[in-house]
């Protein structure tokens, strides 16, 4: 096949928006996924993305090959607000942890996937900077304690230290490759993540989707 017919090969419904490109190193096609996105997939792809504090899981039914990678952190709370009583805030991070995990694996389960098949891989909740604080270490800890939570079947993990990642996600086989970032700026990634944070600060995420 073409390189050109490959990339013309559609994407799953609702991915559209998700760039996509050959990747020449591996002559596959590569699906790149920012702050707040999401993408799942049925072909032999590739998706790839660069972590700072945010978390990136990658799911996938480990019979059928389907599979995808999320990228998310949890909106910052109001520590003055929490004293003030409004739980809502906190609530409202939970529920955005929530929201970016239910799509991913309800996206895979809604494309063939089985639940009992899932097998999960997490990735990211570096402290690149100081001024970041500990929001990392609060991604972290949400994306371990869902997996728990939901009884998921986690089979490896890269979490925390100080250096940004670039992780490669094969969803077909399941296999990641995961470097760490040393030679990139820092404050390029610090600065695209806390444009997500400003955005996502507060805002309610409703959902209602049930994982079944």
Not at 77 to 87: D, S, V
Not at 170 to 195: Q, S, W, Y
Request: with cysteine; aromatic share 8%; hydrophobic share 35%.
């Amino acid at each position: 096949m073409s390189v050109k017919k490959q990339i013309e090969q559609p994407s799953l419904s609702g991915f559209e928006k998700i760039k996509r490109y050959w990747d020449k190193e591996y002559n596959i096609v590569a699906a790149k996924i920012l702050p707040g996105e999401y993408y799942v997939t049925k072909d032999d792809e590739l998706v790839t993305t660069v972590l700072g504090s945010c978390i990136s899981a990658c799911i996938r039914d480990r019979v059928l090959g389907i599979g995808g990678m999320n990228h998310f952190m949890l909106p910052e709370t109001n520590e003055q607000k929490l004293n003030a009583g409004a739980e809502s805030v906190v609530g409202n991070a939970t529920r955005y942890g929530n929201y970016a995990m239910e799509h991913l694996i309800n996206d895979i389960l809604a494309n063939g996937g089985k639940r009992k098949n899932l097998e999960v891989k997490l990735f990211g909740g570096g402290k690149i900077l100081p001024t970041l604080g500990d929001v990392g270490l609060k991604n972290i800890n949400f994306a371990l304690d869902y997996v728990d939570t939901e009884a998921l079947n986690l089979v490896s993990q890269n979490l925390g230290d100080i250096y940004p990642r670039k992780v490669i996600y094969f969803p077909k086989t399941g296999k990641v490759k995961m470097k760490k970032v040393k030679d990139l700026h820092n404050e390029t990634i610090a600065i695209r993540e806390t444009k997500y944070r400003t955005t996502i600060k507060n805002e309610p995420v409703v959902s209602e989707i049930e994982l079944f």
